[in-house]
Every structure is written in C-alpha cells, then in structure tokens.
C-alpha cells in the first residue's frame, strides 16, 4: 500500500542567537489576534455591548486564561503523579504540556472576570469568545501537524495515511488535519452563519452552547482516530481522557441554550 511521507517540517521557524520562534508559537499568537480582530468587527453590530477597545483590553485576560489554564489543566488532567513529584517541572513551559480542556476553563473564568469589571453580560462576552475560538483551535492543529506530534492511530488502508518521525514504520491517520477541519474549519463556519441571525445574537448564551457542543462533538469524532497518549492510552470503556473530558462539555452547552432562550433578549 501506497502511503505518504510526512513532510517533515522543522519546528522552528529562525533563531536568533538563544530566542527561537517555533511554528506552535506563531500559531498561538496568530490565533490570539486573529480572534481579537474579528470580535472587533462582531461588536460593532447589535447588541454592541462592548466596544472595540475593550475587545483589545480583554487580549491579556484571555492570554493569561490561555496559559495558565491550559498548563494546569495539562497537569492535574494528564500527569498529576509525575508533576506533583515533582513540582518545579509544572513551570517548564517549554517542555511541552497544555490541555485544551484546561485553557478552556481558564478563559471562561477570564471571561467572568473580566465581564463583571466592565460590568457587561458575561454571557455575550462568552459569545465572541465561542465565535473566534475555532480560528485559534484550528491554527494549533496545524502547528501539531508541522510538529509532527500527536499523530494518528494505525491506517495502513487508508491511501492518505502518514508514516511519523515519531510513530514508527506504521502509516497513520493524519489526525491532526481532520482536528483542525473540524474543531476549526466546520466550528467556525457553522458559528459565523448562526451569528449572522440576530436574533440569536440578542440571546446571549446559544452560541457558547453551539461552540461547547461543536468543539465536544468534534473532539470525539477527532479521537477516534487520534492515537492516545502514551503514558494514558485507552481508560474507562476504550474511550481517551480527551472524550471523557469533552461529555461535560456537551452537558454545559445544552444548559447554555436552553439558559439563553429562556432569558431576555439583550438590549
């Protein structure tokens, strides 16, 4: 069977001296602003609770959100017993270590935080957050696909399959391209047309519901065919942590919809 050969990217761009720029790290900036400039343009049509120089203000809530969460998240999800053992390994960042799941409620607590300052329904907040969150998802599947790390499960039929540096002889799935298709692509297209409606933007909550339940239903599909990781592999029924972890995420989404078509519409 005829299989490709990843490319092989090298995961950094350039460096200069000791500062090197990594292909992960451009994505995450390209993400942050990406996002940021698009819920600049979603402000300034109604509701308009907020104005664009807010949206900018919010940048750094959401980094910290973002990196914190995310990394805690990463250590008390997936390696509680290495990192507890030792604790001064939580803070080496670049070593590699964030949970998605993490970042997530790291942003949604950044998101409270930051709508009671400026005393805005956090619920609209939520919304630009769900709305311009897929264009952040999306780029990071990339950037795991040019890292050539969190490949596929086994697919030796499959004629697009991948043979890994890291992954041994066998050709896998390209997992992450499917990933960042649905998490980003689909989410963010099936979003933006809902937002369009106006309706459903003076309801503050049904597309933070959308986006939980999107990213959950993307997330598992994405899993069945994603390789586990290593040190956790298969847990509770052959499902992965990232599938366990993404059932609550339908539960909240459902309870965010249905919050929001019960409450009035925002002015």
Known sequence: MLTLIFPAFDPVIFEIGPFAVRWYA???????????????WMVKHPPALMTPSQVDDFLLWVLGGVVLGGRLGYVLFYKPGDYFSHPVNIFKTWEGGMSFHGGLLGVTLAIILFARYIKVNQWYVADLVACAAP???GLGRLANFVNGELWGRPAPDVPWAMVFPGGGPIPRHPSQLYQAT??????LVVLHLLWRNENIRKHPGIL???????????RIIGEFFREPDAFLGFLFGGATMGQLLSLPMLLFGAFSIWRARRAAPAA
């Open 182 to 187: 649905l998490e980003g692509l689909v989410l």
């Open 135 to 137: 264009i952040g998802l």
């Open 26 to 40: 451009l994505a995450y900036i390209a993400g942050l602003f990406s996002g940021i400039w698009y819920a600049r």
């Open 208 to 218: 933070t519901g959308v986006f939980w339940i999107g990213y959950g239903i993307a």
